[in-house]
């Protein structure tokens, strides 16, 4: 049984990882083109978070045996991670609030110039939908509450795992 505090120098934990964060993206994917679901711009930096997490990942995956390598994968997916849950929770506070009616947010992706992303691929990151609207649910959760209890799940685990990592090191 492997011990969490092994997880960073592992390439299976970063793959696993990998492999994770691109099935939720083919389900943000499945859900835009196969359900026809328009993603708002919540959505969209949720996307780019979750994006942010494999990019990490696959970074870890390369160089889980350099201690630096390992460290900037490891800060990158926990940013990543918790930007997402503070986007994602902010969405589903937004969509059950009481005036969810009136809840509106930016019709277009605020991203920098140097990576206008909506521009470049905006079949995946233009926001078309609306952030108040309630589309989809699976269990009694919104997307946006699953996706808040996905990050952070990540953020758990990946601080966790960094933590007794970084124990085991200084003993």
């Known amino acids: 049984m492997m011990r969490i505090y092994l ?10 990882l990998f492999i994770i964060s691109l099935s939720l993206l083919a389900a943000a994917a499945y ?10 711009v919540k959505c969209v930096y949720q996307r780019v978070a979750v994006i942010g997490i494999a990019l990490f ?9 350099h201690p ?3 460290l900037i994968a490891l800060a990158g997916v926990l940013y990543s991670a918790v930007e997402g849950l503070l986007i994602a929770y902010d969405h589903w506070d937004l969509q059950t609030s009481k005036n969810a ?15 206008p992303l909506h521009e470049w691929l905006p079949s995946y990151f233009s926001a078309p939908g ?10 009694g959760a919104t997307m946006p509450a699953w996706m808040t209890f996905i990050f952070a799940g990540v953020t758990l685990i ?5 933590v007794s990592h970084i124990i085991y090191k200084l003993r």
């Open 7 to 16: 997880w960073p120098t592992q390439r299976n934990a970063w793959l696993a």
């Open 31 to 40: 859900f835009q083109y196969g359900l026809g679901l328009e993603p708002c």
């Open 57 to 65: 990942a696959l970074l870890g995956y390369w160089g889980a045996t």
């Open 68 to 70: 630096f390598i390992r």
């Open 101 to 115: 009616f009136f809840a509106v947010c930016e019709s277009n992706p605020n991203f920098p110039s140097w990576a």
């Open 130 to 139: 609306l952030c108040g609207d309630i589309d989809w649910s699976f269990l």
């Open 158 to 162: 990946v601080t966790v795992a960094a």
